[in-house]
């Protein structure tokens, strides 16, 4: 079994910074996609920003020059660092790793238990 478990989110102003993590740990596994989604009430998921195992990463309109997904894969861990925050990224933020556990066929979707990011003064 594989676990991610994020950690980052709070309170912040507008304009201001956080950094997310999520860390990956369990069996063994080789790491395909990671991406992390946000929720925010009575909306559905979405994605804001998702990296390919060859570091090509890919952002939700929304998230772009603002936000950057990074990881660290000798830690598996994975990072969004999210800057001039406005009100409207208020959800919460989940994490996401697309991996194939060793020792088996199929790759499965992982998620971590999500993350509250408020934004307002």
């Known amino acids: 079994q594989v676990q991610l478990v994020e950690s980052g989110g709070g309170l912040v102003q507008p304009g201001g910074s956080l950094r997310l993590s999520c860390a990956a740990s369990?069996?063994?596994?080789?790491?395909?996609?990671m991406a992390w989604y946000r929720q925010a009430p009575g909306n559905q998921r979405e994605l804001v920003a998702d990296?390919?195992?060859?570091?090509?990463?890919n952002y939700a309109d929304s998230a772009k020059g603002r936000f950057t997904i990074s990881r660290d894969n000798a830690k598996n861990t994975f990072y969004l660092q999210m800057n001039n925050l406005k009100p409207e990224d208020t959800a919460v933020y989940y994490c996401?790793?697309?991996?194939?556990?060793?020792?088996?066929?199929?790759?499965?979707?992982?998620w971590g238990q999500g993350t509250q990011v408020t934004v307002s003064s």
């Open positions: 996401m790793m697309r991996a194939r556990p060793w020792g088996t066929v199929a790759s499965t979707e992982y």
């Open positions: 369990g069996s063994r596994f080789s790491i395909y996609t």
């Open positions: 990296i390919s195992n060859k570091e090509i990463t």
